[in-house]
């Protein structure tokens, strides 16, 4: 059974909205759920403007928990600058009070809603309701409110109810969420740009509350995914690997010696090159001709092959080779 802690600020708005209700003359606003007040919001209770369209724009709604007063000045210039002529319609109110109408939001509600964006099988216990009062609308608790967990803390969670098309009511919960996720680890230390091989990666299961291990995708969880690529930083026996760290490995490393072949047309021209520095596939790389001593670039192939194009005098482009 979820335990659901209610803060006396939350049981004291609730009792003032009661008291509102049963006191003659107080809370007594016209409600407004669009975004705008209509002259037909104002028509029951003004003459003169139930003779306006009832479409006709009077002014922006209020947030909720603000009220929003009209004089019979500004809803005279309304009926003007809709070319009125003022008849004698009868007594009219000195002024007319909106409000966007607002209530708690019990738990079931709230609960549906950040379980549909938990992942299947999350344990959620909500540990203090939203504070605030909301008008009527869709909630929403998406997983991006979610902050990641602290000791001995429960955790926020920000959502949002959705009203009147686009607009929104701030939700703020405290919760507290588990749930099991597979995490690809090394059981070695990891040097930086060393091929990872896949004997040193395992999948393991564990309990995490970070929101952020909530969304890895069924890729990452594949050991041929990350075998064979290279971490930019040592990671240290024990630690979580993510794909993020990963990058494909050179195929060719700084002394490495390489067959260079030079195409010139149907002419070839093979001889060994030592690479200058590292180069992935299909990357222009620094390699030194042994017997010249000339530095040129070659375009990588594979860790034993690096080609070389040279182009003829009539062809466009730049040369990627000059001499050896």
Same mark, same amino acid.
């Given at each position: ?111 549906? @809603?950040?379980? *549909? ?81 896949? *004997? ?8 995490? *509350?970070?929101? @952020? ?23 240290? @026996? ?25 195409? *010139? ?17 299909? @990357? ?41």
């Amino acid at each position: 059974m979820t335990s659901v802690k209610l803060t006396k600020r939350r049981q004291l708005l609730q009792l003032c909205m009661l008291l509102a209700a049963a006191t003659p003359g107080f809370g007594q606003c016209r409600p407004v759920r669009g975004q705008v007040i209509k002259a037909g919001d104002l028509a029951p209770v003004d003459p003169l403007l139930a003779l306006l369209p009832s479409e006709t724009f009077v002014a922006f709604a209020p947030t909720p928990g603000v009220r929003r007063v009209l004089t019979a000045r500004e809803t005279d210039l309304v009926a003007r600058s809709s070319g009125m002529a003022f008849a004698n319609v009868g007594s009219r109110p000195d002024e007319i009070c909106f409000e966007v109408p607002v209530t708690a939001i019990d738990e079931a509600g709230i609960r549906a @809603a950040m379980l *549909s964006s938990l992942p299947v099988g999350a344990q959620l216990d909500i540990t203090e309701l939203p504070k605030e009062l909301a008008p009527d609308g869709e909630i929403r608790f998406p997983l991006s409110g979610l902050e990641p967990p602290r000791p001995g803390l429960a955790q926020v969670w920000r959502g949002y109810v959705e009203y009147a098309g686009s607009r929104r009511s701030v939700l703020t919960a405290r919760v507290r969420v588990t749930t099991e996720v597979q995490s690809i680890v090394t059981l070695v230390d990891l040097p930086a740009s060393e091929p990872i091989p896949a *004997s040193a990666l395992r999948i393991l299961s564990n309990e995490t *509350s970070n929101p @952020a291990d909530f969304t890895r995708t069924p890729v990452d969880l594949v050991i041929e995914h990350y075998a064979g690529r290279a971490p930019g930083i040592r990671i240290h @026996a024990g630690s979580a690997v993510q794909l993020s760290q990963l990058s494909e490995p050179p195929l060719v490393r700084q002394g490495d010696v390489v067959r260079i072949e030079v195409r *010139s047309g149907p002419a070839r021209l093979v001889f060994s090159g030592i690479a200058q520095q590292s180069g992935r596939r299909d @990357a222009l790389s620094l390699f030194r001709n042994p017997d010249s001593g000339k530095l040129f670039r070659a375009r990588v192939q594979s860790p034993s092959l690096a080609t070389v194009v040279v182009k003829g005098a009539g062809e466009t482009g730049s040369r990627e080779f000059e001499g050896l």
